[in-house]
């Protein structure tokens, strides 16, 4: 039985409007893997840090002493959006580079300097993560998640999203 024509417009306005959604510049491709030469922005529990850091609350409670750690929070996230096109406006953009097949987001030291037990969320896919309430981070002060393209390439370029660690009362 043949679909009524109302049906099949909406059908091919739907498909035209995805085809804009993929080309428009600035448009990301959500789920998608992550792969060589691709630019990609990154947020910090949907903060890029541009105009002020982004918050990471910790559960540490009473009086925090400077060096002190705990955990973070759950509930919270971090996320890697791939950037179709080489602008973005004013956001800052990482770039996989030639070998790139996953980012790495380290709270800390990146590599090459990270440490085995460096703590990090590893994203094979476009997307967000929570940030693991395992990861040991400091209980207050600044600090930086770093999204780095994995593996290592002299053409990658890594972003960082400047956080303040804030300890609950």
């Known amino acids: 039985m043949p679909r009524p024509r109302w049906r099949r417009l909406s059908a091919a306005a739907s498909l035209a409007i995805a085809g ?3 080309l428009a510049p600035g448009a990301s491709a959500s789920g998608a893997p992550i792969g060589p030469q691709q630019f990609f922005s990154a947020t ?3 903060s890029t840090g541009e105009t002020h850091r982004a918050v990471v609350a910790m559960a540490c409670y009473g009086a925090i002493h400077p ?3 705990g955990h973070p929070i759950t509930g919270q996230h971090v996320a890697v959006t791939r950037v179709l096109t080489g602008s973005a406006g004013t956001t800052a953009l990482g770039y996989t580079g030639n070998r790139a097949t996953s980012i ?5 030291a990146p590599p090459p300097r990270a440490a085995s037990t460096a703590s990090h969320v590893t994203f094979s896919r476009y997307g967000t993560k929570g940030i693991p309430t ?3 981070l400091p209980c207050s002060g600044t600090g930086q998640a770093t999204f780095v393209p994995l ?5 990658e370029h890594s972003i960082a999203v400047p956080v303040s660690f804030v300890g609950q009362p």
């Open 20 to 22: 804009v959604a993929w």
């Open 44 to 46: 910090v529990n949907g």
């Open 67 to 69: 060096g002190e750690t």
């Open 104 to 108: 790495g987001v380290f709270f800390g």
């Open 134 to 136: 395992s990861l040991v």
């Open 151 to 155: 593996p290592l390439d002299p053409s």
